[in-house]
T-cell receptor, first 113, second 113 residues
C-alpha cells in the first residue's frame, strides 16, 4: 500500500533556530516528491519538488533532500522565522497512479519568539 | 488572476441536508481535484477531473458527486450530509504536465450536526 509518514508530528522551536522535518514513503514506482507549506486556515502551497535523480533542492531558507534508495526525504529550515509556523506536508506521486498524490499527515511547526 | 476560489469558507449543515461546494479556477488548468482534510490524516482524494466532461472517483468518493461542464468550474455536491463528512474541503488544480504542483484553494470548513 502506498503510504507517506512524517515525523515529528509536531515541533516547537525558538525563532532563529534551525530544524529538520522527516518524510518516509513506500510509494512505488516513484515519480516525484513535493513539500508543501500550509498556513492555518489556508490551502497548501508548494515549496519544492524533486524527481528521482535529484537529491537536494533549495528554496530560500528551505532545503529539501531526497534519498530514493532508502525512500526518505527531509526538509531543513534555516534561521527560522515566526512566519514559518505552519504545517509542512510531504506529498509523493507514483508513476501510472492516476491523479492520486499520496499526502503525508504533516508536521506542525511552531516558531516562538 | 485569482487562482483557485472556493465558496463558501464556512458551512454548517444538518444531517440529511444537501449542498454544493463551489470551486473555480482562472488558470486554464485541465486537472482539478477535491480533497478532504481531517485531523491527523493526510489530504484524501474525493473526486478528480482531467478535463471538461471527464470525472473519476478518488480514495473516498462515497456521499459526494461532481461534474465538470467547463474547464473553470468543478463543484462538489453532498447528497445527504452525514456527521462523518465534517471536515475541511480543498479544491486544487494543476497543469496537465506532472511536474507542476497543485494550486490549492483556501478551503471550506464544513460541520454537519
Amino acid at each position: 500500500k502506498n503510504q507517506v509518514e512524517q515525523s515529528p508530528q509536531s515541533l516547537i522551536i525558538l525563532e532563529g533556530k534551525n530544524c529538520t522535518l522527516q518524510c518516509n514513503y513506500t510509494v512505488s514506482p516513484f515519480s516525484n516528491l513535493r513539500w508543501y507549506k500550509q498556513d492555518t486556515g489556508r490551502g497548501p502551497v508548494s515549496l519544492t519538488i524533486m524527481t528521482f535523480s535529484e537529491n537536494t533542492k533549495s528554496n530560500g531558507r528551505y532545503t529539501a533532500t531526497l534519498d530514493a534508495d532508502t525512500k526518505q526525504s527531509s526538509l531543513h529550515i534555516t534561521a527560522s522565522q515566526l512566519s514559518d509556523s505552519a504545517s509542512y506536508i510531504c506529498v509523493v506521486s507514483a508513476k501510472n497512479y492516476g491523479q492520486n498524490f499520496v499526502f503525508g499527515p504533516g508536521t506542525r511547526l511552531s516558531v516562538l519568539p | 488572476n485569482a487562482g483557485v476560489t472556493q465558496t463558501p469558507k464556512f458551512q454548517v449543515l444538518k444531517t440529511g441536508q444537501s449542498m454544493t461546494l463551489q470551486c473555480a479556477q482562472d488558470m486554464n488548468h485541465e486537472y482539478m481535484s477535491w480533497y478532504r482534510q481531517d485531523p491527523g490524516m493526510g489530504l484524501r482524494l474525493i473526486h478528480y477531473s482531467v478535463g471538461a466532461g471527464i470525472t473519476d472517483q478518488g480514495e473516498v468518493p462515497n456521499g459526494y458527486n461532481v461534474s465538470r461542464s467547463t474547464t473553470e468550474d468543478f463543484p462538489l455536491r453532498l447528497l445527504s450530509a452525514a456527521p462523518s463528512q465534517t471536515s475541511v474541503y480543498f479544491c486544487a488544480s494543476r497543469d496537465r504536465q506532472v511536474g507542476y504542483g497543485y494550486t490549492f484553494g483556501s478551503g471550506t470548513r464544513l460541520t454537519v450536526v
